[in-house]
């Protein structure tokens, strides 16, 4: 099994980029899905961008389409996040999770392994 932790998150400004990594323990990394979620106060956990081992599927909420790029590094078993053009309401708690197998799916229980989250807060 695979114990994601995530770094990066930091305050920020409206416009400014950030990127978020995810580290992964574990000698199977490569056979997992990689995603992001996030969760904003008072609001579900929702979907952000998802890829399979490969990097060669991935797919992103519309929210975050055209800003926000990921990718992964299969030899360092790590998973980054690159966000750009931030804005106010992507303020969230961000979450890494892990899906055996899987496809990178926007749907959350299809992850079994789950991240303690990093905090993005963009300032207006």
């Known amino acids: 099994q695979v114990q994601p932790v995530e770094a990066g998150g930091r305050w920020v400004q409206t416009g400014d980029s950030s990127r978020l990594s995810c580290a992964a323990s574990g000698p199977i990394f490569i056979y997992y899905a990689l995603a992001w979620f996030r969760q904003a106060p008072g609001e579900d956990r929702e979907f952000v961008s998802g890829?399979?081992?490969?990097?060669?599927?991935?797919n992103y909420a519309d929210s975050v389409k055209g800003r926000f790029t990921i990718y992964r590094d299969n030899a360092k078993n790590t998973l980054w996040l690159q966000m750009n053009s931030l804005q106010p309401e992507d303020t969230a708690v961000y979450y890494c999770a892990a899906d055996l197998w899987g496809l990178g799916s926007p749907t959350a229980t299809h992850y079994d392994y789950w991240g303690q989250g990093t905090q993005v807060t963009v300032s207006s």
């Open positions: 890829t399979n081992w490969s990097a060669l599927s991935t």
